[in-house]
């Protein structure tokens, strides 16, 4: 189950699961902190009533590094080891920024056992809720109860949903096929025809009705339909219900009309301008963050292949409204990686790419000099990958729709480069596709600071690299 917030779908299992560990992380401070008190391990005096905005955030911090390691999505496909790790790292992360802001920003001092202790009750609280939460969330308490009215090729895409996350919102209880539709699905999956639509949803208790007609200009069921919403039963379309379940745009059964009224794809000049302000802010955070760093990758390029070789190199790519412009990365690969003057996809194991190449694509410090395109306006942190314009043309005679990604700035990071590994193929890049249209669909100021919150995991953890 999902519901809407700010413009945004959150699973609601995941919602419940942040609101109950925060609180624990609340009250594992405040436990704290009067046992400190109690055991005089608080070198300077306070007062009950100081306790609460240093557990308030505490609480935030690791709530918001839990987020940014990806520990509060429901596309989380970590293992257990990679689980802990997730939550070591997070947590500690936490804790140093609690530490700092407290003690050196704020001046609110607190002693750092007090910090400790709470984190270890922070920690025995994650352990013993991810427990309960792996067992319970699958179960379908927490599911909607779906009902397909359709049973040919448009219905078909719900059943080829493959990804765990994917159907982890909602039960199919089965398919009604439409006078004169053909089947394109199991037979046994399909309900009783000649009953009552109403009737059905009673009989199986149905949450929600989702309409994947072939036709919809004859025999559309408008009264049946009508009489399913009147009774409390939700009524969606069908690409809007794959939307919400999976983050992505179907283009297997996008019409232009789903996009041209339905709603989204807001660009109007406040959320323009919230975007240009938090570009501007969070590159010159990072750029400030991150020049030492620059610094050693230009040494050990020049160390690696001679001073004479050049540490950066710029590449056309297509941005906001085709426009093209050239992108500024550390450079990767050997000099001559594309000798022969043609575009070639970049694939795993890339024999052009050196050895500090290879660690700064895994580690994503190559991406770092495109903040500079972020300060001249051709890019955005968040916002759709920028192809390179031979392979925009071959792709758009390809693909229906790729050319609609260029009505936003591209990013340096994205929604697809979350939710998707990095692709080097037209299937790839269809994939993405999907992923970036649901972005521009969707995107509001606090999507993008979603997005990059979710960045860390990425960075952190090696994931999608080339």
């Known amino acids: 189950m999902r519901i809407r917030v700010f413009g945004q779908y959150i699973h609601v299992p995941f919602a419940l699961l942040t609101a109950v560990e925060a609180g624990w992380f609340f009250i594992a401070f405040i436990a704290a902190s009067a046992a400190g008190m109690r055991l005089d391990l608080v070198t300077f005096e306070l007062q009950p009533g100081d306790f609460w905005p240093r557990a308030l955030l505490f609480s935030l911090m690791i709530v918001v590094s839990l987020l940014a390691f990806g520990l509060y999505s429901a596309r989380q496909r970590a293992r257990f080891a990679g689980m802990v790790v997730r939550i070591a790292i997070a947590t500690g992360v936490a804790v140093l920024a609690t530490l700092l802001l407290l003690n050196f920003v704020l001046g609110m001092w607190t002693d750092g056992s007090v910090v400790m202790f709470a984190t270890g009750g922070a920690v025995l609280g994650l352990t013993l809720s991810r427990t309960v939460f792996s067992r319970v969330v699958d179960e379908s308490l927490f599911k909607r109860r779906v009902l397909v009215y359709g049973s040919g ?76 919403r009147l009774a409390g039963i939700d009524v969606s379309e069908l690409l809007t219900f794959l939307e919400r379940e999976t983050g992505r745009v179907h283009i297997d059964v996008l019409n232009p009309s789903w996009m041209i009224f339905g709603e989204g794809f807001r660009r109007d000049p406040l959320r323009l301008f919230s975007s240009r302000v938090l570009d501007l802010a969070a590159s010159s955070f990072i ?144 994939e993405k596709l999907q992923y970036d249209l649901y972005y521009i669909k969707n995107n509001s100021l606090l999507f993008d600071l979603t997005i990059l919150l979710q960045t860390a995991e990425v960075v952190f953890m090696g994931k999608g690299a080339r």
Not at 159 to 167: A, M, V
Not at 170 to 181: A, K, L, S, T, Y
Not at 182 to 201: F, Y
């Open 153 to 228: 090729r448009n219905a078909a895409p719900i059943l080829g949903l493959r990804r765990r996350s994917d159907r982890r919102g909602f039960i199919v209880v089965g398919f009604v096929q439409p006078d004169g539709e053909d089947v394109s699905i199991a037979p046994e999956l399909l309900l009783e025809p000649s009953v009552r639509l109403s009737e059905l949803c009673a009989r199986h208790n149905v949450d929600e009705v989702v309409v994947a007609m072939e036709d919809r200009r004859r025999n559309f069921p408008i009264l049946e339909l009508l009489e399913c």
């Open 287 to 430: 750029l400030l963050l991150t020049w030492p760093l620059m610094l050693v990758t230009m040494l050990a390029i020049k160390l690696e292949d001679g001073w004479r070789a050049p540490v950066f190199y710029a590449q056309p790519r297509v941005g906001l409204g085709g426009r093209v412009f050239n992108v500024l990365k550390f450079r990767s690969m050997r000099v001559d990686a594309e000798r022969e003057g043609k575009a070639v996809w970049a694939a795993r194991g890339d024999t052009r790419v050196t050895r500090v190449g290879s660690f700064i694509r895994k580690t994503r410090i190559d991406e770092i000099p495109q903040i500079l395109c972020v300060f001249r306006g051709h890019m955005s942190l968040v916002g759709p990958r920028p192809e390179r314009p031979e392979f925009v043309s071959e792709l758009s005679e390809k693909i229906p729709y790729y050319i609609q990604r260029h009505c936003v700035k591209p990013g340096i990071t994205g929604w697809a480069q979350l939710c998707y590994p990095y692709g080097s193929s037209a299937q790839d890049a269809l």
